[in-house]
């Protein structure tokens, strides 16, 4: 059974850092399977902020956290990260990471949450002073 499970969350002043992992079980990281980091916040839509491609390991970034986020796996741990520096409050939401199967390239991960087969719970980084 495939399962994603977030954790890292929590309350964050203006301008820290924060690390989100992503641990997944029943199924490996380093075949077919491609993660997307997506949030979503109060009445917008969700939104894929940085997504890394299973096939070739190429990483794709949203506009509006690009040079402040960074998306990084550990196969051995089957898991993957999302560090988060430089945070600014229009970055409080809930995030979540996804997995989708097959050969994709990493813009189009990010582009498609819809097609995303799996989704973790979800856990909520408020960026506030």
């Known amino acids: 059974q495939v399962q994603l499970e977030e954790s890292g969350g929590g309350l964050v002043q203006p301008g820290g850092s924060l690390r989100l992992s992503c641990a997944g079980s029943?199924?490996?990281?380093?075949?077919?399977?491609?993660i997307g980091w997506f949030r979503q916040a109060p009445g917008k839509e969700r939104e894929g902020v940085a997504c890394?491609?299973?096939?070739?390991?190429?990483?794709y970034y949203a506009d509006s956290v690009q040079g402040r986020f960074t998306i990084s796996r550990d196969n051995a741990k089957n898991t993957v990260y999302l560090q988060r520096n430089s945070l600014k409050p229009e970055d409080t939401a809930v995030y979540y990471c996804?997995?989708?199967?097959?050969?994709?390239?990493?813009?189009?991960?990010?582009?498609?949450?819809?097609?995303?087969?799996?989704w973790g719970k979800g856990t909520l980084v408020t960026v506030s002073s």
């Open positions: 029943g199924f490996t990281l380093d075949y077919y399977a491609n």
């Open positions: 890394i491609s299973s096939s070739d390991g190429s990483t």
């Open positions: 996804a997995r989708v199967g097959g050969v994709w390239n990493s813009e189009s991960i990010c582009d498609n949450y819809y097609a995303m087969d799996y």
